[in-house]
């Protein structure tokens, strides 16, 4: 099946910086891809649409300005927390969707970035 | 909105039994439902997909149902093993549209 891979796997950083995750689909092309947040014991929470070539769709409470995500290659999409504090301190996790025949299928998902922000 | 619910959240059976979880969907029926497992601190792993039109679909053995009289799916897992413990995650897609909108998921633990 497709792979999706994320870098890093986890990160700790001081409140006020900046992080970057890295999502790279490995043996496919992706135009699109996802990124989602889960705290814990929670669901997946869409955060935003990330497309090839063109700027983000974020959902309704997603700050824009603080998740700032980029698309720059058919394999590469990077979401970058600015400022991060605290409560920033989540699951982070990507996905590319897989077409089947009918051009509707599954996603693939990254293995998750755990941020931690002291 | 569009919303998917997985009403147990936790799942204990005896290893050998089938485990059976539900999702239920509320207002229109979803093109696809999906079910996926999720082990602690790692990404969802796709397990099945099952199309609006479609009853019922197998994978080894796994088997997902969808009715959409009772906007429903169940999901089943014959002859259970310890090794299927895991969080197993409801997820829904609309015609047209890549995104997934996830339930809760449900934690099942076979017990030996």
């Known amino acids: 099946g497709a792979v999706v891979s994320q870098h890093p796997s986890w990160v700790i950083c001081k409140s006020g910086t900046s992080v970057k995750i890295e999502c790279r689909s490995l043996?496919?092309?992706?135009?699109?891809m996802f990124w989602y947040r889960q705290f814990p014991k929670q669901s997946l929470m869409l955060m935003a649409t990330s497309n090839e070539g063109s700027k983000a769709t974020y959902e309704q409470g997603v700050e824009k300005d603080k998740f700032l995500i980029n698309h720059a290659s058919l394999t590469l999409s990077t979401l970058t927390v600015t400022s991060a504090h605290p409560e920033d301190s989540s699951f982070y996790i990507c996905s590319a969707p897989w077409y089947d025949e009918a051009g509707q299928g599954e996603q693939y998902f990254g293995p998750g970035t755990r941020l931690t922000v002291t | 909105s569009q919303k998917i619910e997985q009403n147990s959240e936790a799942l204990n059976i005896q290893e050998g039994k089938t485990a059976t979880l539900t999702c239920n969907y509320t207002n229109y029926s979803p093109a696809y439902l999906q079910w996926y497992r999720q082990d602690p601190g790692r990404g969802p792993v796709f397990l099945l997909l099952?199309?609006?039109?479609?009853k019922e679909k197998r994978k080894e053995r796994l088997k997902v149902t969808f009715d959409t009289t009772l906007k429903q799916s169940l999901f089943h897992i014959t002859a259970s093993q310890p090794a299927d413990s895991a969080t197993y995650l409801c997820?829904?897609?609309?015609?047209?549209?890549?995104?997934?909108?996830f339930g809760k998921g449900t934690k099942l633990s076979v017990i030996p």
């Open positions: 099952i199309r609006e039109n479609e």
């Open positions: 997820a829904r897609t609309g015609a047209g549209s890549y995104q997934l909108t």
């Open positions: 043996d496919f092309q992706a135009t699109t």
